[in-house]
């Protein structure tokens, strides 16, 4: 209306201004953008991040359908547990703060969740107000307000993903993905904290790699059955156990399905590697035979053209000279 009203268009009419209108807001309200969150701990184990993700529809090996999630917002470590109910999450939250409270010598000062029943239990609510915790939590529907966590989350369940479709094992093996997805993530440079490494950032010590194995590969199990039995089992490598210098491993046999714990198993990466190399050489080999194919393949019909008339000439186009005969 106003480029209307400069150009002289509207004739006497004048334009003006409303400083508001109430039917503009009603069809054209949206939502705000979010600002960026800046959190100035000073410390490990002054603000933790929280949030609880499930349920999983399929259950977990240890019968579990729901991740617990935990991070510390000054190193970025994150912790997860596997809960098979809601009703356990006071339980560990309690474990937890415990935990990190012994080995820091520090008091936890903030808890950041969302809105989750499982967080707003009287019991839990109270040892939040006794403990001198301060809660900060989100607006319904505003999982943006608590992205911390959140993008750790499909950071966990991504990943857990990719590393099961690599190893060819079925979604019963979600929570041990997830797992050993953490373990690494604590041991990978973070871009928040300016490229450093969490585990590096909460104990102050150098995290170990030399342990690092390919998921889901084939590992022999050191095992003392008898004189003459098999000086190891043939498993499979799922993860890290905790609190323990030893694997994680899966033993398939058809008799006696099991996790074990070892220290001693022998691992063969290179099969994961050369299947990986194989199935990059069949889609190769695929394309290249498609391909081919293409290019020789006869259409499925051709056009007859008659080589003599009725009179003993040939046919030729116009402008177009006889064959020699």
């Known amino acids: 209306m106003d480029v209307l009203s400069q150009q002289a268009l509207l004739g006497s009419k004048k334009t003006g201004k409303l400083d508001f209108c109430e039917h503009c807001v009603?069809?054209?309200?949206?939502?705000?953008?979010?600002s960026l969150a800046v959190h100035t701990t000073k410390g490990t184990v002054d603000y933790i991040h929280s949030d609880l993700w499930g349920p999983c529809t399929v259950l977990s090996k240890g019968c579990g359908r729901y991740m617990l999630t935990f991070i510390d917002d000054f190193s970025r470590k994150v912790w997860v547990y596997i809960l098979k109910k809601?009703?356990?999450?006071?339980?560990?939250w309690k474990q937890f703060k415990m935990t990190?409270?012994?080995?820091?010598?520090?008091e936890?000062?903030?808890?950041?969740?969302?809105?989750?029943m499982e967080f707003y239990l009287d019991d839990f609510i109270e040892f939040c107000r006794n403990e001198g915790i301060v809660r900060h939590h989100t607006l319904r529907k505003m999982p943006q307000q608590n992205g911390v966590i959140e993008r750790m989350n499909r950071t966990l369940i991504e990943r857990a993903r990719c590393?099961?479709?690599?190893?060819?094992?079925p979604k019963e093996f979600w929570a041990e993905g997830i797992n050993t997805t953490a373990y690494l993530v604590?041991?990978?440079p973070s871009t928040v904290i300016d490229c450093v490494i969490p585990e590096k950032v909460w104990s102050g010590k150098h995290a170990n790699y030399e342990n690092l194995r390919i998921f889901g590969c084939p590992a022999y199990a050191h095992v003392n059955d008898g004189k003459l039995e098999p000086r190891a089992k043939k498993c499979i490598f799922l993860g890290y156990a905790n609190g323990v210098k030893g694997y994680r491993l899966w033993c398939p046999d058809s008799e006696s399905s099991r996790f074990l714990i070892s220290r001693y198993a022998t691992f063969d990466e290179s099969s994961m590697?050369?299947?990986?190399?194989?199935?990059?050489?069949?889609?190769?080999?695929?394309?290249?035979?498609?391909?081919?194919?293409?290019?020789?393949?006869?259409p499925d019909s051709l056009p007859i053209i008659p080589t003599d008339k009725e009179d003993g000439s040939h046919s030729t186009e116009e402008n177009e000279e006889p064959e020699e005969q």
């Open 273 to 298: 590697l050369s299947k990986k190399k194989e199935l990059i050489d069949a889609g190769k080999d695929q394309g290249i035979r498609e391909k081919v194919e293409l290019e020789v393949r006869a």
């Open 163 to 169: 590393m099961l479709s690599n190893a060819r094992l």
């Open 108 to 116: 936890s000062k903030c808890l950041r969740t969302d809105n989750g």
């Open 26 to 34: 009603f069809g054209k309200q949206c939502r705000v953008k979010f």
């Open 86 to 92: 809601k009703s356990n999450v006071f339980v560990q």
């Open 100 to 106: 990190i409270e012994k080995q820091t010598d520090k």
């Open 186 to 188: 604590n041991r990978s």
